[in-house]
């Protein structure tokens, strides 16, 4: 008998005050973004870890430019033979994804005949198909991260609002255009690795070991925490609390300005990212350093400093032995074939292109519609800029333009904010899964990058209750002990000491500094495609991703064990001494 949970709590509730349906009814591939309906029930539903506060209505923007649009257009247009990509429900302010509706018989034939066209020819040209890709990004970010915002007028603020959105969906197109591709590619590889007996956990680090953009940013990170060291930077950065550390270091005078010289140098590199992934409510690090000067904060609570090159060393080599180990245990017509798709995956590298995009688009694409947001506010001289982020896209649109009164959207922004508040609130009390959970599920991305596998379904099925094990997917090898911290996003990263074990829903690229710390990581979702699993691989710490219950059987405190080769997750001793279980 299937597993149902129930979703009536979210089908009547009557979201965003003032919410009218041609607010969000952009274009879209296969299925459009929306509020659960009963018929939904019928589905499968997971939530969406990538955005553990929720949207607000500006940033809605994304389930329909990239949900609804960018990963359905991907799944066509490669084709992706069984699958149409994702859509979004809407519970409260959070976010749920499901399959897409799927192609017909006929049309999965089609595709099939068109990828074995489509796929080689991406592939073969990967690296100058993502370089014009950069390119591309890289002149649009110019344009809105150079831009007087302050000395425009409305009309022509609401002009760059639209074109920010536009860029932000066009960023998105390619992000999808270029994930289905690679994922495809490395699916099969992994497939074949399977076929021939290749653990998946040693599989994982065939394609480890390569420099990105976002490694790059950590170096410079740590790179300012060594500088400090031993300075009166260091001692304010050691007592302040992270929200008065800008103040603090600035008022200090001479005494800290080389240091701040370098560290705006930082900001001016690295600084138009933000500390999570497409949502206008988070401001860049130029806007509020604060995550950076946290991040550098508890960088110094490490006893020295964390070798990044010796890692990547260790990463390289690491791979080099488990691609010898499986080379050894084939026949030479196995090898030949291992060989050739080992190649094919390493010139158009998943693992190395998910990270390094992320500096380009996850991290700074939306962040234009924020600044136009903001430029907005403060020519119509509000109090609070962002109060326009409570705005629908489309709906400041026509502020800018004329042709809707701030004075009528103005008392809907209260009451918006307070709704918004109020979900966020329930973030840890929501449902990991909604609607009827299936024995298996089709999509890639589904698979490998929330991690929606056999562990994860199993777990749904079970629920958390009191229990001492999870499994889940072994993708980064070795065993960690440790306490356990229990974390919702990374705004509390800089917390976490040295030696304790991360659990969380699942990491984004903003979470990568904290595995320079951490003795392990367990995640809710994750594939050995997701962000948690490369990073993990690539700073050598075990982790196991995709038990589905984690963030809810494990408290915050309680002394667990990480097994990165079993893919199983203990726990040795609950933080509640009524509950104190102990495992020999």
Not at 274 to 292: F, H, R
Not at 329 to 339: K, M, V, W, Y
Request: hydrophobic share 40%.
């Amino acid at each position: 008998m299937n597993t149902v949970i129930p979703i009536d709590e979210f089908v009547g509730d009557g979201w965003y005050p003032g919410f009218r349906p041609d607010y969000m009814d952009a274009a879209w591939i296969t299925e459009r973004a929306g509020k659960f309906t009963q018929q939904d029930e019928k589905r499968f539903w997971f939530i969406d870890f990538h955005w553990p506060n929720g949207f607000t209505p500006m940033g809605c923007i994304y389930l329909e430019d990239a949900y609804s649009w960018g990963l359905q257009l991907a799944a066509r247009q490669l084709p992706l033979p069984p699958g149409n990509g994702l859509v979004p429900r809407i519970a409260g302010v959070h976010v749920y994804g499901s399959e897409a509706l799927p192609p017909s018989g006929f049309e999965i034939a089609q595709r099939a005949e068109r990828i074995g066209t489509t796929l080689p020819r991406f592939l073969e040209n990967f690296p100058s198909i993502w370089a014009e890709r950069v390119r591309e990004l890289e002149s649009g970010l110019h344009h809105f991260e150079s831009f007087a915002y302050d000395s425009k007028p409305l009309p022509e603020l609401a002009q760059l609002l639209v074109d920010a959105r536009a860029f932000n969906k066009r960023a998105w197109e390619i992000h999808f255009e270029i994930m289905y591709p690679l994922l495809a590619n490395y699916l099969g590889f992994y497939g074949m690795c399977g076929e021939l007996g290749i653990p998946p956990v040693e599989t994982a680090k065939f394609l480890q070991g390569y420099d990105t953009k976002m490694m790059e940013c950590d170096r410079a990170l740590w790179s300012l925490a060594k500088a400090a060291r031993g300075t009166l930077v260091e001692q304010i950065l050691t007592e302040s609390p992270p929200e008065r550390l800008q103040t603090a270091l600035r008022a200090a005078g001479p005494a800290t300005q080389a240091w701040l010289v370098e560290f705006d140098a930082m900001l001016a590199k690295y600084g138009m990212r933000t500390e999570g992934i497409a949502d206008p409510m988070l401001a860049p690090w130029c806007e509020d350093p604060t995550p950076a000067l946290g991040t550098i904060k508890s960088f110094l609570g490490r006893d020295g400093q964390f070798d990044f090159e010796t890692g990547r060393r260790a990463a390289g080599a690491e791979r080099d032995e488990a691609v010898e180990r499986a080379r050894q245990r084939l026949t030479d017509g196995e090898r030949q074939a291992f060989d050739q798709a080992l190649a094919s995956c390493r010139h158009a590298n998943f693992p190395w292109w998910n990270e390094d995009h992320n500096f380009y688009i996850d991290l700074r694409a939306t962040t234009p519609v924020r600044m136009a947001c903001l430029a907005i506010g403060r020519a119509l001289g509000l109090d609070d800029p962002t109060d326009t982020l409570f705005c629908f896209h489309k709906e400041l649109v026509l502020v800018g333009q004329g042709d809707l009164a701030w004075s009528e959207v103005q008392p809907h922004i209260q009451p918006r904010r307070d709704y918004y508040r109020h979900w966020n609130d329930k973030r840890s009390s929501m449902p990991k899964v909604l609607g009827t959970v299936p024995e298996t599920v089709m999509d890639p991305v589904m698979i490998e990058i929330f991690g929606i596998h056999k562990y994860f379904l199993a777990a749904a099925r079970l629920g958390s209750g009191q229990v001492q094990q999870l499994t889940g997917m072994a993708v980064s090898s070795g065993v960690g002990r440790g306490r356990a911290r229990v974390l919702r996003d990374a705004s509390l990263l800089h917390t976490i000491a040295v030696g304790d074990i991360l659990v969380c829903e699942g990491t984004t690229p903003s979470w990568t500094p904290a595995f320079t710390k951490v003795a392990a990581c367990v995640c809710d979702g994750g594939g050995t495609l997701t962000h948690a699993s490369i990073i993990s691989r690539e700073y050598r710490v075990p982790c196991v991703v995709g038990v589905g219950m984690g963030t809810s059987a494990i408290k915050d405190g309680d002394e667990i064990e990480v097994d990165g080769n079993s893919g199983v997750v203990t726990i040795l001793r609950r933080v509640s001494a009524a509950h104190s279980v102990e495992v020999a």
